[in-house]
């Protein structure tokens, strides 16, 4: 749920540009001792595609970091497999390599760990979402499903197939998947184009063929 617009805000966007998610995650790295932490956190749940509850539970058996697999608890305590891109496995690298020093790590399987070396809870997830919006002067309230949100359009709009968009993010209906994507102006000019070309040809096509039998 959006959270409620402070004085100044914009209303929040369905989906962040690619200037403004890269200005998320390095508002989130702009965080004092917290920073390699929350930006591993946000480029995972964008990356991924992850609801607020499937980040809070993911544990170190649940990620693959070198085949850039993950597998998630989702809704319904449903398992799925999903992936990343390779920025977000640098960052997790980053944060794999400090985790061994965070406080109670050693007893916990979680991946993100509180202060307390407990499960990140999903209130905190939440801040920290806020915090690094806030860092990066974005001008418009940010919440964590945006990052969803921008997974889903950006992976349509490099025309990966519906069905396999909703695997991934673990929705069990693809028309669910639809309602989450919001094309960018390029992806839809893009898309126009790609159709009115194929129109043109199509016409072309049927003018040779009317041609040829007429002659």
């Known amino acids: 749920k959006p959270p409620d617009l402070q004085s100044g805000q914009k209303r929040p966007p369905f989906s962040l540009s690619d200037k403004d998610l890269e200005r998320l995650l390095d508002g989130a790295a702009a965080r004092p001792f917290y920073g390699v932490r929350d ?12 609801r607020v509850d499937e980040a809070h539970n ?5 990620l693959d970091l070198k085949h850039r697999v993950l597998n998630v608890l989702g809704k319904g ?9 390779a920025p977000c496995q640098e960052d997790l690298k980053r944060w794999s390599e400090a985790r061994p020093e965070w406080p109670g790590a050693s007893a916990s399987t979680y991946l993100f760990l509180s202060i307390r070396g407990q499960a990140m809870s999903t209130n905190t997830i939440r801040e920290v979402v806020h915090i690094a919006a806030k860092k990066a002067r974005l001008g418009t309230a940010v919440w964590t499903h945006i990052l ?4 889903i ?11 396999q968009v909703s695997k991934m993010v673990g929705h069990s209906k693809p028309e669910t998947t639809l309602g989450y994507a919001h094309p960018s102006e390029e992806a839809m000019q893009s898309q126009f184009d790609r159709a009115t070309r194929a129109r043109r040809r199509a016409l072309a096509a049927a003018a040779v063929s009317n041609g040829s039998q007429e002659s």
């Open 39 to 50: 930006r591993a956190l946000l480029h995972l749940i964008y990356s991924a595609g992850l």
């Open 58 to 62: 993911v544990t170190l058996q649940d």
């Open 77 to 85: 305590s449903k398992p799925r497999t999903t992936f990343f891109e």
């Open 148 to 151: 969803r949100h921008t997974r």
């Open 153 to 163: 359009t950006t992976l349509l709009d490099a025309q990966m197939p519906l069905h």
